[in-house]
């Protein structure tokens, strides 16, 4: 997939990885709607890929993913200027432990909006032209980081949201590619997380393991992601794909194709299924 002429919208677009996604989109010659809800720091990533690319070549919208409103305007936003659209990445998230209601909902919901946009406004039988969705996860999204339980949760759901829908894209004929990315850790502002005490809540004990998770599975600086993410989007091959990002480079999962192919290890039991138990006194 060539990018030049193509259309993007990136969520969190201001700093970190959204950042360096939009700049390798617009360095491959896309246009790109940066939607972020801090207006300062998209405003002045706007000014610095103006300078780079070109003031036409992308815009900075204002715009929080959990408002069906705003996230809803941006979408419309984009079209009308920029006269079509092709890539989405769902990329804003945010780790907190204590207020996680608000973590689920930019992290998972707001996900799940962007996806289901991006579909309305893609998707062939709509009338539009396909594309390609890519989900920012996590390898948190593969497996447990056990001082961010709820943080886990919402990467593993935005994986499972990403196969299911390349799964129903497939069988639907939308036209559209959905994949999730799932890097290990980053160096971005995300990671201030780690000395605040209010945003890791009870789990603050357990954050010591932190650096020792971080030296397995290793930091990465955002241009190595973003030409990550960059497969997932040029490669006309992968739908429902789920990358995995480390020193090592990128590797592609391979679930099972069938969950019964899940390997197990079978509970036995002392007792027939019909059998009552014996009610504790
Ligand atoms: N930094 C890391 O170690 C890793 C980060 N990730 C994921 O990558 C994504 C980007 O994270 P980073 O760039 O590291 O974080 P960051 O904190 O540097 O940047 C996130 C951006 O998203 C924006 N944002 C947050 N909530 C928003 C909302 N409700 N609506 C719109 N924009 C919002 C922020 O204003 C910020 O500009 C997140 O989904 C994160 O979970 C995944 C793996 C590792
Ligand atoms: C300050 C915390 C911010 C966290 C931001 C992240 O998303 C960082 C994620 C980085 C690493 C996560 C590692 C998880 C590792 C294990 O659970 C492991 O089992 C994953 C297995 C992946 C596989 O090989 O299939």
Request: aromatic share 6%; charged share 20%.
């Amino acid at each position: 997939m060539a990018l030049s002429g193509k259309v993007a919208l990136v969520t969190g677009a201001g700093q970190g990885l959204g950042r360096g996604i939009s700049d390798i989109l617009l360095k491959n010659g896309a246009k790109v709607a940066m939607l972020d809800r801090n207006e300062t720091a998209g405003k002045n990533t706007k000014v610095d890929f103006d300078k780079k690319y070109g003031e036409d070549h992308s815009i900075f919208l204002t715009c929080d993913v959990t408002s069906d409103e705003q996230l809803k305007g941006a979408f419309q936003k984009t079209i009308e200027r920029f006269g079509r659209l092709d890539i989405v990445c769902n990329n804003a998230g945010i780790v907190d432990e204590s207020n996680w209601e608000k973590m689920v909902d930019i992290n998972l919901k707001g996900v799940i909006r962007g996806t289901y946009l991006a579909l309305k406004h893609m998707k062939k039988e709509n009338g539009g032209a396909g594309g390609v969705i890519v989900n920012t996860a996590s390898m948190a999204g593969l497996g447990p980081i056990l001082f961010l339980p709820a943080y886990t949760a919402t990467k593993h759901g935005v994986v499972g949201l990403s196969r299911a829908l390349a799964e129903a894209s497939k069988a639907g004929g939308y036209g559209v590619r959905i994949n999730a990315l799932c890097p290990t850790f980053i160096n971005t502002p995300l990671l201030s997380y780690l000395t605040d005490e209010e945003l890791t809540g009870d789990f603050r004990p357990l954050c010591h393991f932190a650096p020792q998770l971080q030296e397995m599975a290793g930091m990465l600086e955002v241009p190595v992601v973003a030409e990550s993410f960059l497969h997932l989007v040029t490669d006309e091959d992968k739908n429902g794909a789920v990358m995995m990002v480390t020193a090592e480079g990128g590797a592609y999962i391979n679930f099972p194709q069938n969950v019964m192919e899940v390997p197990k290890t079978p509970v036995t039991s002392t007792r027939t299924p019909t059998e009552p138990e014996t009610p504790s006194k």
